[in-house]
């Protein structure tokens, strides 16, 4: 049995007349357009399957006087005097038809029955009666795609928020794989959001496809171009807003993995005391076995070995113990290297004031100290400021002078060895005309 399409017919008037076609009819019935083959084919191809489309698409075709509009669940062929609808029996797809009725159904004898709170509506009804036909479709289109769009967001965004405050109050592994699958359906939505919205501006990119897209007043693009700007403002506010969703996932999973390294160090820290209590002990137990042979010696008549033996491998064993600890703390407290850190990203953020303080005078290396200390607010040690004079200091004359030009360079430097580092900063020497 032959495939057969199933179409609705909406003619201008509003008329709607719902056909069932086998693929020579449907080819019949739009030969007269003279549509490329490549057209034919992915209509044909897409008629039959009722999923969204992968690759959105709005495609004028001025050469038989229409264009094809793909998009999520709605896939439809329109003409100055017809559109066909294929698929009309999807449920997406009926939702934008009972939109079309709804543009299309309002009569003059029906305005004065409106209601205040109905205002709104009928003035977008009248309007619809001064718009070119194939406007009205594309508007009723891209709206309901719209809509569509800030229906996701809205059934999103409570699941979401219920989902991060549960895993915040329980920062567990189940709670995690919960969140990267939310976070995996934001990512397909965003491309999704951001596939239509990648159409709309290259059609706002091409005065020739806007200009196409208007089958009634051949020429006239204002009204198309007005419509895809405002449909592109509302694409890109859901864009933010899914951002906004997926910087809130990032920011509870960056808290769950703070949250997780510092039991986890909780855990290595206990594990460390334990070994080292372990250790201690170990040491007092070798001791303890070597007294515990069966072997003689002259202790055995001592009256006081046994407490001195005690007390010695008690004092011993507090020593290793608070040896290991003070080590630990030592290790703790260093924060040298983002001591550092802070200060090298200090340093190069004020450029201006050490340019006007260090750069334009002669300064030597224990003034230097004590300006860049004064400059960035922080307190450093010899070593740093000996780092930091090297890589102003580049002629090794241990001055900075007032007779060279700071300039910065990243990248292999043949001229200084710093440790290892490729930042360097090279000045170009010039003489002062007087």
């Not at 709804?102 to 003035?123: C, D, N």
């Not at 359906?185 to 999704?192: K, R, V």
């Not at 300064?363 to 000996?386: M, N, R, Y």
Request: glycine content about 4%.
């Amino acid at each position: 049995m032959a495939e057969m399409i199933r179409v609705l017919e909406l003619h201008r008037n509003g008329e709607m007349e719902e056909k069932c076609w086998s693929r020579d009819q449907f080819l019949a019935a739009i030969s007269e357009n003279h549509l490329p083959f490549r057209d034919l084919r992915m209509l044909l191809r897409s008629s039959p399957a009722l999923s969204k489309a992968r690759h959105p698409a709005i495609m004028p075709r001025p050469s038989s006087q229409c264009f094809i509009l793909e998009m999520e669940n709605i896939k439809l062929l329109c003409f100055s005097e017809k559109c066909l609808i294929i698929n009309p029996e999807d449920r997406a797809t009926q939702n934008f038809i009972k939109g079309l009725k709804e543009q299309f159904k309002f009569t003059k004898s029906e305005l004065s029955k409106t209601t205040e709170e109905s205002t709104m509506k009928v003035l977008h009804q009248k309007t619809v009666q001064y718009q070119d036909f194939e406007q009205v479709i594309l508007e009723t289109a891209l709206e309901n795609v719209v809509q569509k769009f800030r229906r996701h967001l809205q059934i999103i965004k409570p699941a979401l928020e219920m989902l991060l405050q549960q895993v915040e109050a329980n920062p567990e592994t189940n709670g995690l794989r919960r969140l990267l699958a939310v976070k995996k359906s934001l990512a397909e939505f965003e491309q999704n959001v951001e596939l239509v919205s990648k159409v709309i501006r290259n059609l706002l990119s091409d005065d020739e496809d806007m200009t196409s897209l208007s089958l009634t007043n051949l020429g006239e693009k204002e009204d198309i171009e007005l419509l895809l700007s405002s449909v592109s403002a509302d694409l890109d506010e859901i864009e933010t807003e899914i951002k906004i969703f997926i910087d809130m996932i990032e920011d509870t999973d960056q808290f769950i993995s703070a949250h997780l390294d510092a039991v986890r160090n909780e855990i290595i820290k206990m594990s460390l005391f334990i070994e080292i209590g372990g250790l201690t002990m170990g040491m007092g137990a070798v001791v303890s076995g070597i007294f515990g042979m069966n072997l003689t010696n002259a202790l055995e008549t001592n009256p006081y070995a046994f407490s001195l033996v005690c007390l010695g491998l008690f004092i011993t064993m507090l020593a290793l113990f608070a040896g290991f600890a003070t080590k630990y703390h030592q290790l703790k407290a260093d924060t040298s290297s983002a001591q550092s850190f802070t200060l090298l990203k200090n340093f190069f953020s004020y450029v201006d004031d050490l340019e006007d303080n260090v750069f334009n005078k002669d300064i030597e290396k224990v003034e230097f100290k004590d300006t860049v200390e004064k400059i960035t607010g922080l307190k450093i040690s010899d070593k740093e400021s000996e780092y930091l004079f090297k890589m102003v200091d580049v002629n090794r004359n241990r001055v900075v002078g007032m007779n060279r030009r700071p300039s910065f360079f990243c990248g292999p430097s043949p001229m200084m060895n710093l440790g290892g580092s490729r930042l360097s900063i090279f000045r170009e020497n010039y003489v002062v005309k007087p």
